[in-house]
């Protein structure tokens, strides 16, 4: 007896497109004997088909629950509809509808299938650089315009031979409907140039390229998201060299190694460290290091860290081929001079990076949008993100609340910005420091991709009160071209936001937040950086704050600590203590001056900034008088901290004012007596755990607040946040840290958009 037959159309939202979400439907439908079709729209997949209770109920059921590794479904809707009498099961073509859009997915690293196959010598694609399928390989940085076909993409260039459209064409094959596919037939091909001259192409240019990271010299490689800058990582002279050309002087590098196993001998690797080292985000994971590796010290001076990543691509797992005479790990740090972004096109590397690489591996696929490496680190068995870029954009974040179509600009330094479109926040990649031309026109041009690729017409654009963030001119440029609506957002609200929402914090919530910033335009035209809020999402109220010193210089301040360290003697009613031995290597006579700047208020604004006082006590205690790069000394301070010692310096709560007079005073004694920097750096981070517990628990008497959100840029410094949340969890608080966008102004762009959401009533109350 046949049983009867219904219909039922399917609609599902989310990531599943350029995923293998159609083929991976055509194998269900197979399987459950389902008929009927499926296809892509431009708002997600649509399916109709036909069959037995029993099946459908089946197929409905693999359909969500074994989706493909790259897919993610946020939406299923499916309606009974009269039975179409469907004879077969097919893919149709795609069919766009006005006004939709459609999460693109990230850059996926080498699956385990291509890499089998890239390293089995039968296989028709054995050592191609290219190799990829549905579920790995280019996305985000390749896409040109959607919907996401061939044409579309920077593939364009290459058409496929005939095994390729083969297996382009069957829908049971891994690689149906991979955009990127590619063999060494028809596919982007590499080659090696050196002095001028394109010297080999193919396995001859990979294995040139090896030689030259073998004899110590500078390789540029063409990767994924942009130029790599390698060399070997054990080699000191090497590194020493690719530091003077590239105008780095102390800055860490990012280092790849072929296998879990050569890390392990560098650095401490937990079961969630190797875990995201090999998922297939593959991001920098930054690792304890371990005495006696053989990485070179110049590649990371001054710290205990390492930041390390497998390989991602089939490129890099060539150039990486372990042999014995080849290096066994590689400094892979971002192709560019000093802070300039990333070179991405070939003509360009030839002309920027020239006076840096002694060769360069090219090849002819073209990259769209430039994109970093990620870095992460490993805080209570999850990701503690400090640079979100490849492998995670433009993934977005879905939101609990329909926000409408919002476009937040971001900040000055680390900049990203977010675009909202109803419940998704794109928060695009990192964009870099927004100090010259290229960086501001790779924010102007990412702002129209992201706008055009996902159908975004905002009509609300909020941005950080900074008047001279370039981010900022930007929004109000746009505001009165378009007339948008706007918002002016405080940055360390902003900070406190972005962590709220990604917790799913509800409208209305009132926390206690700890914004620990370098620096941030405040509600009184002064810097702030040490701020604890009280508030949510709609307003906000500042409650305590670090007392107000000095920045003598402005920012040549921040570049010499030691100016730092004399201010907040000077704040701390110390003068007294000038002939610190830390400051021993300051001529008097500049000292004067600056106490003279700072006694009449020339170029010497007022800051509460955190940052800067961890900057200040790292000058006095010896760590340095001079940074290299941003938050050097503090993040040198952190490094040296003793973990034996237990006590810390005192510190005053005086009402809205917190008083650092008596740890400096503390600490002004330490230094006299000889006590080790170690001792003293810890006793200082300790002081500061100690503050926030009585700042959080006089919080909760007064106003009964239990949610402590921990955000801003000295909340990466890792003693302190492990120390602050043990503390604050074992007092009974709710602490709350960010998981998905960085601490520091990477991810102030998501708080900026739900400040203003929350302002202009679309996140309700
Ligand atoms: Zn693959
Ligand atoms: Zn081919
Ligand atoms: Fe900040």
């Excluded at 997915?105 to 890499?115: E, G, I, N, W």
């Excluded at 031979?161 to 690689?175: A, G, I, N, Q, S």
């Excluded at 590098?253 to 593959?282: C, N, V, W, Y």
């Excluded at 500049?590 to 006082?613: K, Y």
Aim: a negative charge; one cysteine or more; aromatic letters at 8%.
């Amino acid at each position: 007896m046949m049983s009867e037959v219904y219909g039922v159309r399917i609609q599902i939202g989310g990531i599943v497109q350029g995923v293998g979400f159609r083929p991976f439907v055509y194998g269900l439908a197979q399987r459950h004997g389902i008929s009927g079709w499926v296809r892509n729209t431009s708002a997600g997949v649509e399916i109709e088909v036909d069959g037995s209770p029993a099946h459908l109920q089946a197929f409905m059921h693999a359909l969500q629950e074994e989706t493909p590794v790259l897919a993610q479904i946020d939406s299923f809707r499916c309606d009974d509809i009269p039975p179409s009498g469907f004879e077969t099961f097919e893919i149709q073509a795609s069919k766009p509808k006005a006004g939709a859009y459609q999460p693109i997915s990230p850059d996926v690293s080498l699956c385990l299938d291509c890499r089998g196959e890239l390293f089995d010598p039968t296989d028709r694609r054995y050592r191609y650089p290219f190799i990829n399928c549905t579920n790995c390989g280019p996305r985000f940085t390749i896409i040109r315009d959607i919907p996401y076909d061939r044409p579309n993409t920077t593939m364009a260039a290459f058409e496929m031979c005939d095994d390729c459209r083969r297996e382009y064409d069957d829908p049971l094959d891994r690689r149906y409907h991979a955009q990127p596919v590619a063999c060494p037939e028809c596919g982007p091909q590499i080659w090696l140039e050196s002095d001028g001259s394109e010297s080999s192409v193919g396995e001859q240019a990979l294995q040139a390229a090896r030689d030259v990271l073998r004899a110590g010299k500078i390789l540029a490689v063409k990767g994924l998201g942009g130029f790599h800058l390698a060399c070997d990582a054990t080699n000191p002279k090497a590194v020493g060299t690719l530091r003077r050309r590239k105008l780095r002087v102390d800055k860490p590098f990012g280092l790849m190694a072929p296998d879990l196993a050569t890390i392990e001998k560098e650095a401490h690797i937990g079961e969630t460290e190797k875990r995201t080292l090999r998922s297939r985000q593959r991001p920098i994971v930054i690792l304890r290091r371990q005495p006696g590796g053989a990485v070179a010290m110049a590649v990371a001076p001054g710290q205990s860290t390492l930041g390390f990543m497998l390989p991602y691509t089939p490129l890099h797992e060539l150039l990486l081929e372990p042999a014995p005479d080849f290096p066994p790990v590689l400094v892979m740090t971002s192709g560019n001079l000093s802070e300039e972004p990333i070179v991405t096109g070939n003509l360009e590397a030839r002309r920027r990076l020239e006076a840096l690489a002694d060769g360069f591996l090219m090849n002819d696929r073209e990259i769209e949008t430039r994109c970093d490496d990620s870095v992460i680190r490993i805080f209570r068995d999850g990701p503690y993100p400090l640079r979100r870029a490849r492998g995670y954009a433009p993934r977005p974040l879905k939101l609990s609340w329909d926000l409408g179509q919002i476009l937040a600009t971001g900040a000055e330094l680390k900049n990203a910005f977010c675009l909202v479109r109803g419940p998704y926040a794109f928060i695009s990649h990192h964009i870099g420091d927004m100090e010259n031309y290229e960086t501001l026109q790779a924010f102007e041009q990412g702002i129209r991709h992201y706008e055009h690729i996902y159908n975004i017409r905002p009509d609300l654009v909020a941005y950080d009160l900074h008047p001279d963030y370039l981010a900022t001119r930007y929004a109000l440029e746009r505001t009165r071209t378009e007339s948008l609506r706007a918002v002016g957002v405080q940055h360390h609200h902003a900070h406190i936001a972005a962590c709220m929402a990604e917790h799913g914090l509800q409208p209305g919530t009132r926390v206690i937040g700890l914004a620990f910033d370098g620096t941030g335009y405040g509600l009184d035209g002064t810097i702030w950086g040490g701020e604890v809020l009280v508030g949510g999402y709609a307003s906000f109220e500042r409650v305590m704050h670090l007392r107000p010193f000095r920045l003598p210089g402005g920012d040549l301040a921040v570049r010499e600590p030691w100016r730092l360290g004399l201010a907040l003697l000077e704040a701390a009613g110390c003068e007294a203590e000038l002939d610190l031995p830390a400051l021993e290597g300051i001529d008097m006579e500049r000292r004067t001056v600056v106490r003279r700047q700072m006694a009449q208020g020339v170029n010497s604004p007022l800051t509460s900034s955190m940052g800067r006082l961890f900057d200040a006590v790292a000058a006095l205690i010896g760590v340095r008088t001079h940074v290299n790069y941003e938050a050097q000394a503090a993040i040198e301070l952190e490094a040296l901290v003793d973990p034996d010692v237990q006590d810390g310096y005192p510190m005053l709560l005086c009402g809205e004012e917190i008083d650092y007079s008596p740890m400096v005073q503390a600490l002004c004694e330490d230094t006299e007596n000889g006590v080790e920097v170690g001792v003293m750096a810890a006793r200082f981070h300790e002081a500061i755990v100690n503050l926030i517990s009585e700042c959080c628990r006089q919080l909760r008497t007064d106003q009964d607040l239990h949610d402590v959100v921990l955000s801003g840029g000295v909340w990466q410094n890792m003693i302190l946040l492990e120390r602050s949340v043990a503390r604050l969890e074992a007092e009974g608080f709710r602490v709350f840290w960010h998981r998905e966008v960085p601490a520091n102004d990477g991810g102030l762009a998501l708080g900026q958009a739900l400040i203003a959401a929350a302002q202009v009533g679309a996140l309700g109350k």
